[in-house]
Every structure is written in C-alpha cells, then in structure tokens.
C-alpha cells in the first residue's frame, strides 16, 4: 500500500529534495497535499505532476491568483489554517515538516493529533516547544523521525542501542562560508558572500544560520529534545569535510558515525522508508578520493551564536523561543541589507538579555515570547 505523504514547505530546499526522491519510487508514495509560502509557479508546477487532493499557500492573494491553474479537484487553502488543513486534514499517515522558522508548530502539533508520523526537518519546531512536541507524540504514538543530517546521523548511529549507554552527541559542523576568516574579516562581508555555502545547496536563512553557526546553535537544542540529553552531553565539532555527519560516543568510550557526501535526499529518503532502506540517488561515498577528513575544536569567541543556543537551551524555557525567532528576524534584516552581517548576533544577544524566561510555556506563552522577540529585534537599532 502507498504511503500517504504531505509535504509542508513544498517549494524550498528539503521540500523539493523530498519530492525528487519520491519521484523516484512512485509505486510507494501518494503525495496528498502540498503547502508553501509565496513561490506559486513552483507550487502549481508540483499540484499538476503530483495530483495532491489539497494544496495550501501562503496568503488569499496568492490562492486567488493560482486558483484557476490549479488541477482539476485539487482543493485550494491559504495561511496558517491552510497549513494545519495540509497537515491533518488531507489523510497523510505521513508528513514531511520542511518549513522555515516557527511557522511549522502548529501543523506539526495537528499531524501528531491526526496520528500521522512526523518526518521533521523543521528544527525550530523543538527549539520553540520541544517539551509539548515530544510530549504530544509520545502520547500518540507517533514517531518523530529526523532529516536533517546531524539528526539522521544520530538517529542511525542509535538503531539496536541501549540509549542509556550513551556518554555524549558529537555534532558536526562545516564552519560555513566564512569558516576560514577571522573576526575583524567579517565585518565587511556581503549577503553575497555569505550565500556561497562550500558543501551543501540549501535555502538563504539556513545558509546564513551556517555562516553565524546559528544553525548548529538550533540543532543542540533540537538534540536534546530528540534524544533526551542534557547539553553537558551534546558537543559540537569543526569538521569542514561535512563527510562525517555526526558521531554517538558511548560508555565504553566507542564512538560510532555516519558518512556521506553531502546530499540530503540521503537522510530524506531514510526517513520515509525507515526502518527499511532503499537504493539511493546520491552518489556513493569514496573514502579514497575524499582523502584526509580534519576535525577542531569549537571556538566559542569565534561563533558567539552558538555560545547563545547554549546558553539559551541550558536557561529552557521561552530563552530558546526569544533566540531562534530574534535570529530568524535578524537574519532578514542582514538578507535585505538593513543590518551589517556581525549584527545579526548583537541582535539575539540583545534580545535574549532583555528577556525574562518563562519556565514550562504553553503554547500561548511561547506565541507572546516569540512576537514580543520579533519586535524587539526589528526595531533594533545600533
């Protein structure tokens, strides 16, 4: 019998990756509904080669103006009641959260309450309420299966494991575009600059959360949520190869990792044919050609934002909220050139120190912090 899949964040980088490998397999998959922001050609492209029973986008506007282009019987929603209807109400028993940002929450809380499995790319989803996520889930039974790579890494380096033998993650990280620059070389570096990632192909915001080592700040924290760890137990490494994708350390001091070329319809594909595997379109790795693989030690003081995730993590509470949505604000405002590239951590550090915690949010809680951290950053000013 085919899956059933939604794909939320159709259009962007982990979207389009996930439509390509389901495309490859199309006796598995039925895709039955698709949701994205504002890229509508795109959208209508995806609606007529796979035939979702339902499509949602970004805003009435846009819905207005595909909705004459649309498939026949394809059903058209728009916003945020639109995404929750892609999530939970197109009869996926499986849902692919790529979306940017915080936007994902509460589709992802509505695909868990409709007993989907949850294929989660999105790790600011866990950043912002890992403790109602992971909660919810469990309650449900649903399983929460990671795509991004460091996750996936982990995640197989688990299989058949006794998690209580676990002594620490290792998470790998390339260091980004300005990985070989030192601090008084970044303050005049361009978006430009910024966008041209060494290893991977990925979305604007996520390459610039690369370069600040925002992103590897919100993959600590979506660990933790993922696989239960204290952040004492969750390090971080400089691995500019991006071959290795992460490690497991256990008690008996073994460490096991997952290799690859940087391809993420590998961890893609993994997570919707899990626990199963299946041939894959990547091109398989050559250890040989790849050469020497080089490792160091983080530099706190070289990357402040990841100091941050740390310490907004270890604080719980909404402190993860504040960061991530200070930093997805910011990182617009460094996109379209308000803000030199250095200030997107001046931002979320200000942000962060004019925040008080609140411990055990509720969803209505973390919504204030969030909005309240938004408008502090865009009127942020040097």
């Not at 550090?349 to 949010?361: I, K, R, V, Y």
Request: proline share 5%; hydrophobic share 45%.
């Amino acid at each position: 019998m085919k899956k059933k899949v939604a794909v939320l964040g159709s259009t962007g980088s982990i979207g389009t990756q996930t439509l390509d490998v389901i495309s490859r397999d199309p006796a598995s998959y039925e895709v039955v509904s698709l949701a994205a922001g504002t890229q509508d050609e795109l959208l209508l492209e995806q609606a007529h080669r796979f035939k979702p029973k339902l499509v949602s986008i970004g805003s009435q506007a846009l819905a207005d103006k595909i909705r004459g282009d649309l498939p026949s019987g394809t059903k058209l929603v728009w916003g945020e009641e639109g995404l929750v209807e892609a999530a939970a109400g197109a009869g996926a028993d499986y849902v692919v959260c790529a979306l940017m940002g915080s936007l994902g929450l509460k589709s992802t809380l509505a695909a868990i309450d409709a007993g989907a499995a949850i294929g989660l790319a999105n790790k600011e989803t866990l950043v912002t309420a890992g403790h109602i996520v992971t909660k919810r889930a469990a309650e449900k039974g649903v399983p929460l299966l990671p795509i991004d790579s460091e996750h996936s890494a982990i995640f197989q380096c688990l299989n058949g494991e006794d998690r209580g033998t676990i002594g620490r993650l290792i998470i790998t990280a390339s260091g980004g575009s300005f990985r070989d620059l030192g601090r008084d070389e970044l303050r005049g570096v361009t978006v430009e600059d910024a966008l041209k990632h060494p290893n991977w192909s990925m979305g604007a915001k996520i390459t610039i959360d690369s370069a600040t080592m925002a992103n590897k700040g919100l993959e600590v924290m979506e660990a933790h949520w993922l696989f239960g760890l204290p952040y004492d137990r969750i390090d971080v490494v400089l691995h500019p190869e991006s071959i290795v994708h992460s490690m497991v350390e256990f008690v008996d001091t073994s460490v096991m990792a997952q290799l690859g070329n940087p391809d993420m319809r590998v961890p893609i594909q993994y997570a919707l044919t899990y626990p199963e595997r299946q041939p894959s379109p990547a091109s398989p790795l050559d250890l040989l050609r790849a050469g020497t693989l080089h490792f160091r030690e983080m530099d706190f003081a070289r990357y402040p934002c990841l100091r941050m995730a740390y310490e907004a993590g270890r604080a719980g509470g909404t402190a993860p909220t504040v960061f991530n949505a200070a930093n997805e604000v910011a990182v617009a405002r460094f996109l379209k050139r308000e803000i030199p590239f250095l200030a997107i951590e001046d931002i979320i550090e200000s942000a962060l120190a004019h925040h008080e915690a609140t411990q055990a949010p509720d969803l209505e809680a973390i919504a204030f912090a969030d909005g309240r951290a938004r408008e502090f950053a865009a009127a942020w000013r040097k």
